[in-house]
């Protein structure tokens, strides 16, 4: 029996494609349409999970009435230029990170989708993962006092080849937008409010994207965060929350399924679990279809829109401009 109660189409056929069409799956459905830029890709990938519906042309599916959720896993300088058709009729919509280039396109999309009475959703696993709502249970149970400090880590090796997408201007890479925006998104759903003061230091790519970045934050409540990014060093994908009583640590957070608390007073240590890595898009799936339904608003655009602008303000500190702002 499917749990799936929609039709859902993708727009692009990259790996969280595949990721999707797994999930639709565990859940006992499928995906009913796909479409990319690439047609023979559509339909080799549709052809894989047996999707019934392939889009000569990916606006085609617009005007596909059958169509209830669209899921845009394209370059994310890219993602305007669906939505804005997409919620225009009437779709609701799961965009992948990051959801747009700037403030200003996501501000049109949210506007759209309020017109036209559709769910828009940036798909953001940490706002999905089952952990994270059982830490949000445990703070707010009040045992670790106050938040003091988060300090989180994200760093990748990319080869030095500047024609790869993570160093290239035209399709919008670089640290902050690719791995950062989990890093503020993780941030922001902690935090007790939007960050009042940001500082930053960048280092460039020879192609003009930040390649390197630090950034510091703090709140109206005093609250504060340090973030570094790195698309050329390593680092652990770790985030620490530091409370007046204890501080809980989280490895591998973007799709976490862990964390370990270390109590102040005693350095006694209690570890959480709670749902599956593997299951990451099978909770967003979840969570978009029930917020669909109406059973629930827990899409979390508002840190959508609390992230998007601080990254935009970050940049315009840097003077960095994508080819589509210029």
């Known amino acids: 029996m499917s749990n799936v109660r929609y039709r859902w189409a993708s727009l692009g056929c990259g790996v969280i494609g595949h990721q999707l069409a797994e999930a639709l799956q565990k859940l006992g459905g499928g995906l009913y349409a796909v479409g990319n830029r690439t047609h023979a890709k559509a339909v080799e990938f549709a052809a894989q999970y047996g999707i019934p519906k392939v889009y000569e042309r990916m606006e085609a599916v617009f005007a596909d009435e059958d169509v209830d959720i669209i899921y845009i896993s394209t370059p994310h300088n890219t993602h305007i230029d669906y939505l804005i058709p997409a919620l225009s009729a009437g779709k609701h919509v799961l965009c992948e990170k990051s959801i747009t280039l700037n ?131 390593k680092q652990p994908k770790r985030g620490t929350i530091a409370f007046e009583n204890g501080y809980v640590e989280m490895f591998e957070y973007p799709r976490g399924e862990s964390a370990r608390i270390t109590w102040t007073v005693d350095g006694r240590t209690e570890e959480i679990s709670e749902g599956s890595t593997a299951d990451a898009l099978v909770y967003e799936v979840r969570d978009m279809e029930a917020a669909v339904a109406g059973e629930h608003d827990d899409m979390q655009l508002g840190y959508t829109i609390d992230v998007m602008d601080l990254m935009t303000e970050i940049r315009q500190s840097w003077g960095m401009k994508y080819p589509e702002e210029e």
């Not at 670790?144 to 290239?168: A, C, H, T, V, W």
């Not at 690719?178 to 192609?207: C, H, M, N, W």
């Not at 109206?220 to 698309?231: F, H």
């Open 103 to 233: 403030a200003e396109e996501l501000g049109r999309a949210v506007a759209c989708a309020r017109e036209h009475g559709v769910v828009l959703a940036e798909a953001m696993t940490i706002y999905h993962m089952p952990i994270y709502r059982r830490l949000r249970e445990i703070i707010a149970g009040g045992s670790l006092g106050p938040l003091r400090m988060i300090q989180m880590n994200f760093g990748s090796f990319k080869e030095y080849d500047m024609k790869n997408r993570f160093f290239s201007r035209s399709l919008a890479g670089g640290a902050l937008l690719d791995i950062g925006v989990y890093a503020l998104s993780f941030v922001r759903y902690f935090l007790s409010s939007q960050p009042t003061e940001v500082l930053s230091q960048v280092k460039f790519a020879p192609t003009g994207v930040d390649e390197q970045a630090s950034i510091l934050l703090k709140n109206k409540e005093e609250e504060m965060a340090a973030i570094t990014l790195s698309l050329h060093a």
